[in-house]
């Protein structure tokens, strides 16, 4: 079946330490993106990438990064600049250019992961 | 600035009664796209409906309808028979013009609850 996959689920960090969150996806899209989400709230835009090798930064990328080495492949590393990573990360990906209507504008979402510092 | 609104924090509904979600949204684009997703207590974004800026004709998905005005900047999500299994956070969000990456901007939320 194709989808998204995030590993790990839940994830716990130490202040200090650096962590990466995988993201992974089989459905052959081109774009992927990483967004945040706070208790009650929407989701904000953390990075995106349109093509392999190359990401842009959204609306709150301080603290983190990520790399597009495989067009499967996003993952999103918070780093200990993040001052407060305590939150649920969802990754996600869209087909792309050449098509139109509704199947080519839906972004797809994996299932999250929770990190919590400690 | 490009901005979703959803001013209803929580909504009750009877099971099998329509609801009504409202979400008004603000961009100076000519293209973009409005929708709404829903997301359960595990988390998971689960894609319900679209409507593109140029189309005429309100979009429908099953139980799902979406009352677009577009002179009114308003996207707001109709639920018909509400069913126990819709009770949920719902959001609205639009995508913003593809030359920017095509990403979604997301309101709120509207928190539902389906009482039996």
């Known amino acids: 079946d194709g989808g998204i996959t995030q590993s790990p689920k839940y994830l716990f960090r130490k202040e200090g330490q650096n962590v990466t969150l995988s993201c992974e996806q089989n459905?052959?899209?081109?774009?992927m993106y990483w967004y945040r989400q706070d208790p009650g709230q929407g989701l904000r835009l953390i990075y995106y990438?349109?093509?392999?090798?190359?990401?842009q930064k959204g609306d709150i990328a301080e603290g983190y990064s990520v790399s597009r080495e495989k067009k499967e492949s996003f993952p999103l590393t918070v780093t200990s600049a993040q001052k407060n990573p305590t939150a649920f990360y969802l990754c996600?990906?869209?087909?792309?250019?050449?098509?139109?209507?509704?199947?080519?504008?839906?972004?797809?979402f994996g299932p999250g992961t929770r990190l919590t510092v400690l | 600035a490009q901005k979703i609104t959803q001013t209803q924090p929580g909504m009750f509904v009877q099971e099998k009664e329509a609801v009504t979600l409202d979400c008004t949204y603000d961009?100076?684009?000519?293209?973009?796209?409005l929708f709404w997703y829903k997301q359960p207590s595990s988390g998971e974004m689960i894609f319900l409906i679209y409507?593109?800026?140029?189309?005429?004709q309100n979009a429908t998905e099953g139980r799902y309808s979406l009352n677009f005005q577009k002179a009114r900047k308003s996207a707001n999500l109709v639920i018909s028979a509400s069913q126990l299994g819709d009770s949920a956070m719902y959001f609205c969000?639009?995508?913003?013009?593809?030359?920017?990456?095509?990403?979604?901007?997301f309101g709120q939320g509207t928190e539902l609850s389906v009482k039996p």
């Open positions: 996600a990906s869209r087909p792309g250019t050449g098509l139109s209507g509704a199947s080519y504008n839906e972004q797809f």
């Open positions: 459905l052959n899209h081109d774009a």
């Open positions: 990438s349109q093509i392999v090798n190359d990401f």
């Open positions: 961009t100076s684009d000519q293209s973009y796209g």
């Open positions: 409507q593109g800026s140029y189309d005429e």
């Open positions: 969000a639009m995508r913003v013009a593809y030359n920017q990456g095509g990403k979604l901007i």
